[in-house]
């Protein structure tokens, strides 16, 4: 929002008491700022580093009106304690960031028009979110990792013709969480196609080298397998490829669920 606000429209300026990446600082300066230009404009902070990922994803913007935009940063705050280690702390993370959003006075969030978009690792937690809220509507996910059940199963299966970097995969998982599916650790960082019930994409690179090529098939067809509605595409690239090809796949399935988002 560079220079003299240029909009009559109401703003609510939202952010996190311990922001590294937006001080709290910057955005009392941005609410002066508005104040001296009369604008109606209110400022919130929640506790903890809730960032919205503005220069990350600068083109984000939600056509369908009174939608909201969230994009959780990922980097320990609410129910996890402060701790960010894997996609079962992350997921609460992303519920208290939810949760803060439908505190908000007169910010009306209907969470049974909730839609999830996760990379990587943001893929299991939108897996992981979907299977404990039956609000979803839908989720798009990006390379998304399979869990920890499923990677250790596949690594198993397949481990006389696992490359170099799926080897090196492998051995990091066993060395810091071992191989027993029993424990803690892979319960809780698990999910299968039980736990969701609503419309999937799942996009991935033919070259990535963090979450296989090989390992992405093999979950979409365990997905479809349990009659899920499930829609799967490669992509050429590495590890979460998002530029135009998968922009416009992305925007277009998310339109046919309901949501106008334009990426």
Not at 157 to 180: A, P
Not at 201 to 210: A, S
Not at 237 to 259: S, V
């Amino acid at each position: 929002m560079p220079g003299t606000p240029r909009t009559d429209g109401t703003f609510q300026l939202i952010g996190g008491s311990h922001d590294p990446i937006v001080a709290p600082g910057m955005l009392r300066s941005l609410f002066a700022a508005l104040r001296r230009h009369d604008r109606a404009v209110s400022l919130r902070f929640f506790p903890g580093a809730l960032h919205w990922f503005a220069a990350t994803f600068p083109r984000l913007t939600l056509a369908q009106a009174h939608a909201v935009a969230f994009l959780p940063n990922y980097v320990g705050y609410g129910p996890s304690g402060g701790k960010v280690g894997d996609a079962y702390e992350d997921t609460q993370d992303v519920e208290n960031g939810l949760q803060a959003l439908a505190r908000i006075r007169g910010l009306r969030v209907e969470r049974n028009a909730t839609y999830l978009l996760g990379f990587s690792i943001g893929g299991a937690v939108g897996m992981l979110l979907a299977g404990k809220d039956r609000q979803v509507r839908a989720v798009a996910l990006d390379s998304p990792w399979p869990g920890a059940r499923m990677s250790l199963g596949w690594y198993q299966t397949n481990y006389f013709h696992l490359n170099r970097d799926e080897l090196l995969g492998y051995k990091i998982l066993t060395r810091y969480e071992g191989s027993n599916t029993a424990n803690r650790w892979y319960r809780r960082n698990s999910y299968g196609c039980q736990d969701v019930h609503m419309p999937l994409l799942i996009v991935g690179g033919t070259e990535d080298d963090i979450v296989p090529q090989a390992m992405l098939t093999a979950m979409a067809a365990n997905l479809k397998g349990c009659g899920q509605n499930v829609e799967f595409k490669l992509f050429p690239g590495g590890h979460a490829p998002y530029d135009g090809d998968e922009q416009a796949l992305i925007q277009a399935w998310f339109q046919r669920q309901g949501i106008s988002l334009q990426l």
